[in-house]
């Protein structure tokens, strides 16, 4: 099945997310890619090759609209190139969309390090796959279960 991944980059970091990419167009040749409006933009005019959809910009929902996706089973993994060094007017919402990757055990690369070991592992499309359907609700049946 083909995968649906997420990819975003906070504004000093488009450039090397736009680079990073070039090094690995022929995995994402085979993918869906979910971005956020002005990182999708970059993709879009960079690598026309590729299927890209750009969602809102991060700070008018997009992160939340990758969030959404993520609660409902449809994306497999996330890069996510965050700035460390500037504060975002929109933190709670890149918080929620990481915590959700967290929850759903969504496969979720922060830096480039990371990235390059999830896309080199031979392993990658069949783990995002063994996790694609990974319910949340049964690992926390407790609070699934509570009384109210
Ligand atoms: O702010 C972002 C992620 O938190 C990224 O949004 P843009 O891709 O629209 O710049």
């Given at each position: ?101 967290n929850m759903y055990e ?25 996790y694609r359907n990974h ?6 049946a407790d609070y699934s279960?509570?009384?109210?």
């Amino acid at each position: 099945m083909v995968l649906s991944v997420g990819v975003v980059a906070h504004d000093r970091r488009k450039r090397e997310m736009a680079d990073w990419l070039e090094k690995h167009k022929d995995v994402f040749a085979n993918m869906r890619i979910f971005a956020t409006g002005t990182t999708g933009r970059v993709l879009q005019e960079r690598f026309t090759e590729l299927d890209v959809h750009p969602l809102k910009s991060g700070p008018f929902g997009g992160d939340q609209q990758l969030g959404s996706m993520i609660a409902h089973g449809e994306l497999q993994a996330m890069f996510f190139f965050t700035d460390p060094m500037t504060p975002q007017p929109h933190d709670v919402d890149v918080r929620a969309l990481i915590r959700l990757a967290n929850m759903y055990e969504v496969p979720i690369a922060c830096n480039q390090s990371t990235a390059d070991l999830l896309i080199s592992n031979p392993r990658f499309e069949e783990i995002c796959e063994q996790y694609r359907n990974h319910s949340p609700e049964q690992v926390f049946a407790d609070y699934s279960n509570r009384k109210v």
